[in-house]
């Protein structure tokens, strides 16, 4: 596994848990208003497995939980086993993915490898390719979206919105792409720290009220619809 960073604790990213965080290195995405841009462009300084894994194995006690990250997460083609590793540990998994590899979701759900899952959806299905900055098959993230729906294990879709990429339009036109889904949430994008395009610090955010505000005319399209 190219593992790029190790929050060792978050009471954040995996709800219900006290975690961990790992992140693994690469994506195929290069959305301009990510946070990583050191663990997408594939820089990141690599932490060996190993040491990871001692980690977890000194805090079986104290975490019930690990949240896999990135990255793609699924772009790791040893994720599977290092999955079953920690498991065998004792531990819950959530796994963070933007749907890319469903092919890789379908054997970890037939595995029984996965406790929580959350999805991304950058944008409305017409522009993606121009959030993400990449050609993308979007056949892949729709079938990603349905198999996590009909997985069974606990899911969450999310969007990180910003004006200069969606407008209210574009974000109805998001929950509307996965209606009837368990749980959505929107995430305000916050300017701050290193970004992958660094003009992006001076971006213009959504306040929660104008999110929560948007989110009136699709809340009941959800049985939790929350902004982060």
């Excluded at 920690?86 to 890789?104: A, M």
């Excluded at 979206?145 to 036109?173: C, N, Q, W």
Aim: net charge positive.
């Amino acid at each position: 596994m190219l593992i790029g960073g190790l929050q060792k604790t978050t009471l954040v990213d995996y709800p219900g848990k006290i975690a961990a965080t790992i992140f693994t290195i690469g994506c195929n995405y290069r959305c301009s208003f990510c946070h990583n841009p050191e663990i997408v462009k594939g820089i990141a300084k690599v932490i060996p497995e190993e040491s990871v894994l001692d980690f977890l194995k000194s805090r079986k006690d104290l975490l019930d939980g690990v949240c896999i990250t990135g990255g793609e997460p699924t772009m790791q083609d040893d994720l599977i086993n290092f999955i079953k590793k920690i498991k065998h540990l004792g531990y819950s998994v959530k796994l963070d993915t933007n749907g890319y590899r469903p092919q890789i979701l379908k054997k970890l759900f037939s595995k029984k490898l996965l406790d929580y899952v959350a999805m991304d959806i950058k944008a409305p299905w017409k522009k993606y390719s121009k959030i993400v900055n990449r050609t993308e098959n979007l056949d892949n993230v729709k079938e990603s979206v349905l198999m996590i729906r009909e997985s069974g294990v606990p899911y969450e879709f999310r969007s990180t919105v910003l004006p200069a990429l969606h407008s209210e339009k574009d974000i109805v036109a998001m929950a509307r792409q996965i209606k009837g889904s368990d749980k959505y949430f929107l995430q305000q994008f916050r300017p701050v720290g290193t970004l992958v395009d660094p003009d992006f610090i001076n971006k213009v955010t959504y306040t929660k009220k104008q999110l929560t505000e948007i989110m009136q005319s699709f809340k009941d399209w959800f049985k939790v619809c929350k902004v982060r």
